[in-house]
């Protein structure tokens, strides 16, 4: 796991730091990876805020945290520090930023996680919407909860099993036997229909 921080962006970060609580060090991070919603960001990360499965990246001036879930996106990332006529900003590139393919062998979790991230999500996408695995039940139910869009919207069973159901059952015919809906649905202008 690596990220390129530029000698100019570490400059950058350490002066920002020496004006922080001590021991502040520098988080970056990913929302909604590998869906159209992404966003990379970078901020403060105060000690009490580190967690356990955090990745710590040591620099000469500054540590960077990474949370468990972005981390294989911001791998191989570049952070700079560009100054030019006009102005100075921080750039992130980042080069990973599709979502990991996961293996055959990987807990039915991360794959049926990756199905949605990689193939339903940008469906729903289309709609302002997306969902997230919560969990699969002993009962072999994969448990599922809509945003945006979806959630409220009065097409979400048909969407939940004419869709999402029968394309996690064709891949996982032998792992999962159905999807639940767990979203507390509330209309509003967010929701699609």
Same mark, same amino acid.
């Given at each position: 796991?690596?990220?390129n921080?530029?000698?100019?962006?570490?400059?950058?970060?350490?002066?920002?730091?020496?004006?922080?609580?001590?021991?502040?060090?520098?988080?970056v991070?990913?929302?909604?990876?590998?869906?159209?919603?992404?966003?990379?960001?970078?901020?403060?990360?105060?000690?009490?805020?580190?967690?356990?499965?955090?990745?710590?990246?040591?620099?000469?001036?500054?540590s960077?945290?990474?949370?468990?879930i972005?981390?294989?996106?911001?791998?191989?990332?570049?952070?700079?520090?560009?100054?030019?006529?006009?102005?100075?900003?921080?750039t992130?590139?980042?080069h990973?930023?599709?979502?990991?393919?996961?293996?055959?062998?990987?807990?039915?979790?991360?794959?049926?996680?990756?199905?949605?991230? %990689?193939?339903? &999500?940008?469906? *729903?996408?289309?709609?302002?919407?997306?969902?997230? #695995?919560?969990?699969?039940? +002993? =009962?072999?139910?994969?448990?599922?909860?809509?945003?945006?869009?979806?959630n409220?919207? %009065?097409?979400? &069973?048909?969407? *939940?099993?004419?869709?999402?159901?029968?394309?996690? #059952?064709?891949?996982?015919? +032998? =792992?999962?036997?159905?999807?639940?809906?767990?979203?507390?649905?509330?209309?509003?202008?967010?929701?699609?229909?």
């Amino acid at each position: 796991m690596m990220i390129n921080i530029t000698e100019a962006a570490q400059t950058h970060f350490a002066k920002l730091l020496k004006k922080q609580e001590p021991g502040t060090q520098i988080r970056v991070f990913v929302i909604n990876p590998g869906t159209p919603s992404e966003e990379c960001g970078v901020s403060y990360c105060l000690p009490y805020t580190v967690e356990a499965t955090d990745k710590e990246l040591k620099f000469e001036h500054l540590s960077v945290f990474l949370d468990e879930i972005s981390a294989p996106f911001l791998d191989n990332a570049d952070i700079d520090f560009v100054t030019d006529e006009l102005g100075s900003q921080l750039t992130l590139k980042l080069h990973n930023v599709k979502i990991p393919k996961v293996s055959q062998s990987a807990p039915l979790m991360e794959r049926v996680e990756y199905v949605l991230q %990689s193939q339903i &999500n940008p469906k *729903l996408a289309k709609h302002g919407g997306y969902v997230f #695995l919560i969990e699969i039940t +002993d =009962e072999k139910f994969a448990i599922l909860q809509f945003s945006g869009g979806c959630n409220g919207c %009065s097409m979400v &069973n048909v969407t *939940l099993k004419e869709g999402i159901e029968k394309e996690l #059952l064709k891949i996982f015919k +032998d =792992e999962l036997k159905g999807v639940k809906d767990w979203t507390a649905h509330q209309h509003g202008t967010h929701s699609f229909y």
